[in-house]
């Protein structure tokens, strides 16, 4: 394996849970999706880990708790800036 392969951040995945958590996926295409993905996770800090079992082990339930919360908050925060800027492509469509 690579290193890519064996490396990522585990908000994302925290992320991506709390996308299917509140049915996200079923009101946004694929774009949007993206958009508010990159958005929300550009508020959290980086968690890098090598495996989501080694973390799982490794966190406390209130600091598990307290980065599911952190990712729910992200996304409520990236929903509202993405529906008062709109979309990445509308954004750079848009003339300054």
């Known amino acids: 394996m690579s290193f890519y392969d064996d490396v990522h951040n585990y908000y994302e995945k925290l992320v991506t849970e709390e996308v299917i958590r509140q049915q996200l996926h079923q009101m946004y295409d694929s774009n949007l999706l993206a ?3 990159c958005t929300a996770l550009n508020q959290l800090p980086p968690r890098y880990i090598r495996s989501d079992v080694d973390m799982a082990f490794y966190l406390s339930i ?3 708790e307290q980065m599911q919360n952190r990712a729910a908050a992200a996304i409520e925060v ?3 800036l993405i529906s008062q800027r709109g979309t990445d492509a509308e954004y750079r469509q848009t003339p300054r």
């Open 35 to 37: 958009d508010l993905c």
């Open 62 to 64: 209130n600091e598990a």
């Open 78 to 80: 990236a929903r509202s």
